[in-house]
């Protein structure tokens, strides 16, 4: 791929054909444009749509519980061949491991993001940073409020 900006290095990579993840569902956000995503997602940002594919969404009980849940998506389109960049918003050179960018061999995003609602197979959420359409990889609770929060069962007699 060209576009490869001063100091960056880039590295000949096999065709990104190994990793067999499956995509369980598609977010639709307000942007089209990479320039007009936030960097970071923010908590108090717009509310954005999780669409869950089919068998998926029974896996989705239990989740209305929670405020707060991890999201992972994959960045479909950035690039995945640069270990050292020169981001846009920076005048100095970072090695990919030292950033958050979506530039990376496994172009994964993660963020902490609001639930707003859980309505069958969609999920309303704020705290979202990733362009209308990609692809979502997994939800998880916030780590810090990982128990189920339903009564214990009943001991066995
Ligand atoms: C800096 S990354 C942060 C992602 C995530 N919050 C993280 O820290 O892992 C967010 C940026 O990735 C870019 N981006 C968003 N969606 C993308 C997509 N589907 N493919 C490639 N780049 C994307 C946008 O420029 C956005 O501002």
């Keep these: ?5 001063p100091h960056e290095i880039m590295v000949p990579t096999t065709a990104p054909d190994d990793a067999r993840l499956r995509f369980i569902g598609k977010i639709h956000t307000p942007w089209s444009d990479r320039k007009d995503c936030p960097r970071q997602g923010k908590i108090d940002g717009p509310e ?3 669409e869950i ?3 998926w969404v029974p896996a989705l009980k239990g989740i209305e519980d929670y405020d707060r849940i991890e999201i992972l998506y994959w960045l479909d389109k950035a690039r995945r061949d640069l270990v050292v960049q020169n981001p846009g918003h920076s005048d100095s050179v970072f090695g990919t491991f030292a950033l958050r960018s979506p530039v990376r061999p496994n172009p994964i995003g993660t963020v902490l993001a609001k639930l ?3 309505d069958g197979a969609t999920l309303v959420v704020r705290g979202l940073d990733c362009l209308d359409g990609t692809p979502l990889l997994d939800l998880k609770p916030d780590r810090c409020a990982f128990s189920p929060k339903a009564s214990p069962k009943p001991a066995a007699t």
């Design 1 to 5: 791929m060209s576009d490869v900006r």
């Design 48 to 50: 954005c749509r999780i």
């Design 53 to 55: 594919f089919e068998p």
């Design 116 to 118: 707003v609602s859980v």
